[in-house]
């Protein structure tokens, strides 16, 4: 191996490790990368920087972000939290089964894991910790996976990165993402009915009853609401706009609806929407500036070949490769984000699944519900630390307690999907 790669690899595991933001290290053992080799030229590094953020499908990431805030301000998310408390207050648990409903809703508009957490979790935490029917630890930890729901539900944000490294077509991507993504609510869903009925909560939760509005009522307040993913994402499916565009669309419906139907949009509001979503884009951006510099640098080095060699030789099964990567996305999910996840270590993994002959877009759904996961997977999860912002009492070791459960039953999931290929390439293959 040449000795730039070893730098190159050796230098990004000690910046980590002494606490340097992943960005930073991403450009710096890049950097001593391209001093020690020749084929890199330091000439090509402000032209490689550049081009990630070149690219017109990662625009998507930054107005779903955007589209994101702006329901949450313009009252867009109250109106889906209210009708689904409705429709499903009368279940015994059903605080947690409209939890995870209304954010696997909510992130098929938002297409951000941490933006779900946030926006269903100022609104359904404390309904659920109100008359003490939930316990903290337990109310917060349905949050924070629920949030997961957000990227596992398409468009997903982790997708459109995936799309943009491998070639693969978002479109195709997000397709395939619907049942699995519904798969894991489901399984989502099963579990905190479990876990609540073994420990006795929600017993007495009737939250739709307790509503003097009617369900015609209720309905027709939210119908603005339940339109935004349809045209979404039947927009994409109808091949009427791209990802990208369906984010711009997402973005000036919500904040038309907002603003001229709800009324609870104005210029402040929409301007605090915006910036926040604005410091949320411009770190993912400039991660992806860096990691676009550092993937420059592991191809001429040649180390997704030399990964992909070592595979093919070692490992003879697809089936064994799959389990491979499911293990390795698992152990990069409780340390980095999901995004660095994909920018790190997709580009080692998809020449090999294409090598094994595993579709790219089932690799991709692969990818994207076992990263989509690891956002709440213990220690670093970036929904848990969302969620102990819903309250001061909440703890990250009350979290880490909470969620563990929901993760067993995630990989049980993630398996299923995994090896039963129809779950991710019926809807695609009927569309082809």
């Not at 930073?24 to 990368?33: C, E, K, Q, T, Y």
């Not at 990818?367 to 909440?394: H, Q």
Request: overall charge neutral; some cysteine; proline content about 5%.
């Amino acid at each position: 191996m040449d000795i730039a790669a070893i730098v190159l690899v050796v230098s990004l595991v000690v910046f980590m490790a002494i606490g340097i933001p992943i960005t930073f290290s991403l450009g710096m053992s890049s950097i001593f990368a391209i001093l020690l080799s020749k084929p890199l030229q330091l000439s090509l590094t402000a032209t490689k920087i550049f081009a990630g953020a070149d690219s017109f499908p990662i625009l998507a990431v930054i107005y779903f972000m955007i589209a994101g805030d702006l329901m949450l301000q313009g009252g867009l998310t109250k109106r889906l939290v209210a009708l689904f408390r409705k429709v499903l207050g009368w279940l015994p648990g059903s605080m947690v089964v409209i939890s995870f409903v209304t954010c696997a809703f909510f992130g098929a508009i938002s297409g951000s894991a941490l933006a779900t957490t946030a926006a269903i979790g100022n609104v359904m935490y404390p309904e659920m910790t109100k008359d003490d029917e939930y316990p903290v630890p337990f109310a917060a930890s349905v949050q924070a996976v629920g949030g997961t729901l957000g990227t596992m539900i398409p468009p997903s944000l982790p997708l459109i990165l995936y799309g943009c490294l491998s070639g693969t077509s978002v479109s195709s991507l997000f397709i395939a993402t619907i049942i699995p993504g519904l798969l894991m609510m489901l399984v989502y869903i099963l579990t905190g009915l479990l876990l609540a009925h073994r420990s006795g909560y929600g017993k007495n939760d009737h939250s739709g009853t307790a509503d003097d509005k009617s369900l015609w009522e209720v309905f027709r307040e939210a119908f603005w609401a339940l339109l935004s993913p349809i045209i979404i994402l039947g927009g994409i499916y109808g091949g009427i706009f791209t990802a990208t565009e369906a984010a711009i669309v997402a973005c000036v419906y919500s904040l038309l609806i907002g603003v001229f139907v709800y009324k609870e949009l104005d210029l402040r509001t929409a301007g605090k929407a915006i910036l926040s979503a604005a410091r949320s884009s411009a770190s993912v951006m400039f991660l992806c500036c860096c990691a676009t510099l550092f993937g420059y640098c592991m191809t001429v080095l040649g180390l997704p070949q030399m990964v992909t060699g070592a595979m093919t030789q070692i490992i003879h099964s697809p089936v064994i490769f799959l389990l491979g990567a499911n293990l390795s996305y698992l152990l990069c999910g409780m340390f980095v984000d999901a995004t660095t996840a994909i920018l790190l270590v997709c580009p080692l993994l998809y020449p090999a699944a294409a090598a094994f002959g595993v579709d790219l877009v089932r690799f991709g759904v692969i990818t994207g519900i076992n990263l989509s996961m690891g956002i709440v997977t213990p220690p670093f999860g970036g929904c848990m630390f969302v969620a102990t912002g819903l309250d001061k009492r909440i703890t990250l070791e009350g979290l880490y307690k909470g969620v563990l459960p929901y993760c067993l039953a995630g990989m049980v999931g993630i398996l299923l999907i995994t090896f039963v290929e129809p779950l991710s390439m019926f809807l695609v293959n009927i569309m082809r």
